[in-house]
């Protein structure tokens, strides 16, 4: 599982509208924007999820956090935003490969989830 849509889309090998790309990391914009401002921020090595990471990946996990602060500030969401990082089957994760959702814009994104 090394050639997963967003190993692709890491590579280049998919086109995608990238807004950050260093030797570890890629954001780009989400396909299908739920929000104004709607980024993802994955690691450019295959890493299934959270729930797979290890202890080695945790300086990687402190940097994606805070790639993901300075982009919301710089694409269009200074005043706050939120990040979700949907988790397995119960998290609801589309794309098996971690990726963290940037949301906002100019207006507030709302609650967080409904309650049930
Ligand atoms: P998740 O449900 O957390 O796995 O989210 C997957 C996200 O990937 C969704 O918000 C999709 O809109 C987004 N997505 C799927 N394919 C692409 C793509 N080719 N380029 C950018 N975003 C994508
Ligand atoms: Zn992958």
Known sequence: MDRCLFCRIAAGE???RK???D???VAFHDINPA???HLLVIPKRHITSLA???DADVPLLGRMLAIANRLATEQGSPDGFRVII???RVGHQEVQHLHIH???GPDPV???LKRV
Request: glycine content about 12%.
């Open 102 to 104: 940037i949301v906002g």
């Open 23 to 25: 030797d570890e990391i």
């Open 19 to 21: 807004v950050h790309e």
């Open 35 to 37: 929000r104004p401002v």
């Open 14 to 16: 998919i086109p995608s």
């Open 86 to 88: 949907n988790t397995g």
């Open 110 to 112: 709302g609650p967080m």
């Open 52 to 54: 797979t990471v290890s």
